[in-house]
């Protein structure tokens, strides 16, 4: 049976190239053993959505694709920041993005191997709008607070405030 499913995939791979395949799964559980399985059959690319794995120097406990994984296929976004360098959800989505892009040009399938469900969702869905923070006194407080409406300090003036944060949002590049 299983020689059977991989004829199958193998024979699609001259007729279906879909844009973009997700392998997710929390840590440990063979994403990239099935990656690599997958390379044998497809022309892939694997990009790595996971928190820590882009950290460089941070090889234990992470599950980082071994040498020879990654030999046999390409990984990327891995190593690619020093562990005091800020690497976040819109980073990931505006790198993975531009990998795919690329990843497909070269005629391959970018596949998207990791736990990190956030980086995932944001690549796939997009991130909702969040507010540039300029300074503390221009942002919102958590939650509205009881007080008078026209000191700018009650629930009216908080939503007014949320409001104007959220039309501003973050871009690639």
Request: charged share 25%; aromatic share 2%; hydrophobic share 40%.
């Amino acid at each position: 049976m299983r020689a059977e499913g991989a004829r199958k995939l193998g024979s699609m791979a001259s007729h279906v190239r879909p844009r973009l395949v997700v392998i997710a799964g929390p840590t440990g559980v063979g994403k990239t053993a099935v990656a690599v399985a997958l390379a044998r059959l497809l022309p892939i690319e694997v990009i790595s959505a996971d928190s820590r794995q882009v950290y460089r120097g941070m090889d234990a406990a992470t599950g980082k694709p071994t040498a020879e994984e990654r030999a046999a296929v390409a990984h990327h976004l891995i190593d690619i920041v020093d562990p005091d360098d800020r690497y976040q959800a819109a980073r990931f989505r505006c790198d993975a993005a531009a990998l795919v892009e690329r990843i497909r040009a070269r005629g391959a399938v970018p596949v998207v191997v990791g736990g990190t469900g956030l980086y995932i969702r944001a690549l796939v869905r997009g991130l909702d709008a969040a507010p540039i923070r300029s300074s503390a006194a221009n942002c919102p407080p958590s939650r509205p607070g009881k007080g008078d409406r026209r000191s700018g300090s009650g629930s009216t003036a908080w939503r007014r405030r949320s409001r104007r944060a959220s039309t501003r949002t973050t871009r690639c590049g």
